[in-house]
């Protein structure tokens, strides 16, 4: 190698050298990973903000659902509470157990603690109890509408199908291809058609089946863009609303709409300072306010647009 030759190739990888410094310092510390020390809902990134932070003050906060009355029922360790519209304290109540999630559906209220289900009605009195319905159960989620129930079972990967009675119709990943759930988040709705949604975390997806179990569609994918769900157990948590899907994840702490195609439409909170190993449980009656519960600091978050 001649003198020349070689004054080029040095030059050459200097340059090379410089470059992967500016890209570094340009690119790769700006990207989603990074954390932010930004008050939640204040960036200009998120088009919605912090509107008020409800503390029930009774313990850890677990889950959180909404009914279309806009009543507000908050669930966590050893403890159910419900609010109306206008945040005043409705009834309180202390449970037998630590509450995991809420769903509410015309005048019954379903909240699982444990390896059951307990039924209130709308002022707070217990009704019925139903389960425990599988060995080593974790139940981490339930949806319910007019016709079922559903329960999502993280320790056997398993969504229970019940009807209004309690009685069990159908366990969906039973057989055929199962659910990949590798920590306890596995979230679950139901709309009015009957449609079951459900997250399967292990592939970062969320599934659309019929009661049966049958697979009708699914949509997400693995990745940090904003249509995609980030690292290990996500979506963590999700809702339906007019818009589509809120879902909520872990390890970059951030809420989104997405359409019902996976779409995504905007960040609800992306720029916050949750703690990004624990995602904030989420409901909306509307799509218009949307509420989340934030186990790390046992408080509820209302988020509106700006």
Known sequence: MNRKTATILIIAIVLLFIGYIIFDLVFVREGPEVPVKRVAGTGSADPWRISGIIDPAA??????????QGDLVIGGENFLVCYNEARKLLWKKITNGPVSAIAIAEDTIYVTMDETVVV???????????????????????AANHSFIVVADAGNKIILVLDRKGNLKNMIGKSGEPFIVPSPYFDVAIDRFNNIYVANTGRRQIEKRDPEGRLISSFGEAGTAP??????????????????FITAEKGI????????????IEYVSSINQFNPPVPLDVTSADGSTIYGANPADSKVYVFVRK
């Open 59 to 68: 313990g850890r906060v677990k889950a959180v659902a909404v009914d279309k």
């Open 253 to 264: 702490n951030r809420i989104k709409l997405l359409d019902r195609t996976g779409k995504f």
């Open 227 to 244: 249509e995609a769900f980030c690292g290990c157990c996500n979506p963590a948590h999700f809702a339906l609303v007019p818009q589509g």
């Open 120 to 142: 209130y009605n709308l002022d707070g009195e217990k009704l019925n109890e139903w389960g425990p319905f599988e060995d080593n159960s974790i139940i981490t989620s339930i």
